[in-house]
C-alpha cells in the first residue's frame, strides 16, 4: 500500500461543469474525510465517512456538492455547476480511529 | 467548533537553529494533536502527534511540547536544515468523528 492516491491531480474546468473526484484511501482504514485548502489557509473540513456511512457534512459543503463512498472503499467528491469560488485543493485523507489522518497529495481545482 | 491559532505566521532561522512553532486551542475534551508538514503542490504529511497525558514527545529532530492547562502545544525543530523549509500546520480534532480543525500555518524558511 503506497498511501492514499487522488485522481486527477488537476483539474481545469469552466463555470458551470460538473467536476468528480476520486479518492483511494489506504486499505485498511476505515474513516475518510475531504477537506478544502485555500491558498495560504490551512485545510477545513467538508466531510466524513466511518466505512460507507457519511456521518458528518461541514456547512461549508454546499447542496452543490455530494461525496459517497460505495462499499467502504474509494470515495468520489463530485460538485455540480462549478462556480469560480470552488477553485482550491481538494484533499482526501484516511485513518484508523483515535489516529491522524494520512493525507492524499490533493486535487488542484482551477474554474475558469 | 474548535479554534486552533497558530503563530508565528512565518519564520526565518539560520541553518542549525532552533525553530519553534506555536499553537493554542479552545475545546478540551480531544486526545490527539497532531503537526503537519505541507510542502508546496503537495498534500500535508503527518510529522509528529502528541496525546495529552504526556507532556513531551520527541522523534528524532522534532519535539512536541504538551500544556494542558494552558491549552498550548508547540513544535520544536531541532538543528533546522534547509530541506526542513515548509509550512507546518498544527490541528486538534473536533468532535467524535475526529476531523481536524488546522491552524492557519507557519511557513518556515532555514537559511544557509
Known amino acids: 500500500d503506497t498511501g492514499v492516491s487522488q485522481n486527477p491531480r488537476h483539474k481545469i474546468t469552466k463555470r458551470g461543469q460538473n467536476v468528480t473526484f476520486r479518492c483511494d484511501p489506504i486499505?485498511?482504514?476505515?474513516?475518510l474525510y475531504w477537506y478544502r485548502q485555500t491558498l495560504g489557509q490551512g485545510p477545513e473540513f467538508l466531510t466524513y465517512?466511518?466505512?460507507?456511512?457519511?456521518?458528518?457534512k461541514s456547512r461549508l459543503l454546499s447542496d452543490r456538492f455530494s461525496a459517497e463512498r460505495p462499499k467502504g472503499s474509494f470515495s468520489t467528491l463530485e460538485i455540480q455547476r462549478t462556480e469560480q469560488g470552488d477553485s482550491a485543493m481538494y484533499l482526501c485523507?484516511?485513518?484508523?480511529?483515535?489516529?491522524?489522518?494520512?493525507f492524499g497529495p490533493g486535487t488542484r481545482l482551477t474554474v475558469t | 467548533q474548535q479554534q486552533v491559532k497558530q503563530s508565528p505566521q512565518s519564520l526565518i532561522v539560520q541553518k542549525g537553529g532552533i525553530s519553534i512553532i506555536n499553537c493554542a486551542y479552545e475545546?478540551?475534551?480531544?486526545?490527539?494533536f497532531p503537526w503537519y508538514q505541507q510542502f508546496p503542490g503537495k498534500g500535508p504529511a503527518l510529522l509528529i502527534a502528541?496525546?495529552?497525558?504526556?507532556s513531551e514527545k520527541k522523534e528524532g529532530r522534532f519535539t512536541i511540547s504538551f500544556n494542558k492547562s494552558a491549552k498550548q502545544f508547540s513544535l520544536h525543530i531541532m538543528d533546522s536544515q534547509p530541506g526542513d523549509s515548509a509550512t507546518y500546520f498544527c490541528?486538534?480534532?473536533?468532535?467524535?468523528?475526529?476531523?481536524?480543525?488546522f491552524g492557519t500555518g507557519t511557513r518556515l524558511q532555514v537559511t544557509l
Open positions: 486499505s485498511e482504514h476505515n474513516r
Open positions: 485523507a484516511s485513518s484508523l480511529a483515535g489516529t491522524g489522518g494520512m
Open positions: 490541528a486538534a480534532p473536533a468532535g467524535t468523528a475526529s476531523k481536524l480543525t
Open positions: 475545546n478540551t475534551a480531544f486526545d490527539y
Open positions: 502528541i496525546r495529552p497525558d504526556v
Open positions: 465517512f466511518q466505512n460507507e456511512a457519511q456521518l458528518e
